[in-house]
C-alpha cells in the first residue's frame, strides 16, 4: 500500500491550501484517514481524522478553520485548510488504517506546507 500526498505550498497567513491524498495497491477496506503534521523540532500531531462513516475529528487547534473530506472510491482524502496561520507550518503526512486486515496502518511521505507571516 502506497499513500501520495499532493499540495505542499508556501501561502501567506489568513490564506487557503487543499491537501490531497491518494492511496494505491491492495487495499480491501479502510477504516480511517487522517492528517497528521510535524512542525520543527516538535512531535508528530494528529490534526484530523475522518472514518468510514464519515464521522471527523480535529486537533482544537484547527477546528473551524480545516476540514477533512474522504473520497471512498477513490481511496483517497482531503484537507482543506483557510485562515492558515504561522504556526500551522510544518510537514503534513496523511495515513490510512486498515478495517481488513484489522489495525494495519500506513504513511504518505510528507508535503511541507509554510504559512509566512
Known amino acids: 500500500v502506497q499513500l501520495q500526498a499532493y499540495g505542499a505550498g508556501l501561502v501567506q497567513a489568513g490564506g487557503s491550501l487543499r491537501l490531497a491524498c491518494e492511496a494505491s495497491?491492495?487495499?480491501?477496506?479502510?477504516?480511517?484517514m487522517a492528517w497528521h503534521r510535524q512542525a520543527p523540532g516538535e512531535q508528530r500531531e494528529l490534526v484530523a481524522a475522518v472514518m468510514r462513516g464519515g464521522v471527523t475529528n480535529y486537533a482544537d487547534s484547527v477546528k473551524g478553520r480545516f476540514f477533512i473530506s474522504r473520497d471512498n472510491a477513490k481511496n483517497a482524502v482531503y484537507l482543506q485548510m483557510s485562515s492558515l496561520r504561522p504556526e500551522d507550518t510544518g510537514v503534513y503526512y496523511c495515513s490510512l488504517r486498515t478495517e481488513y486486515p484489522v489495525g494495519n496502518v500506513y504513511w504518505g511521505q510528507g508535503t511541507l506546507v509554510t504559512v509566512s507571516s
Open positions: 495497491g491492495l487495499i480491501i477496506s479502510i477504516d480511517r
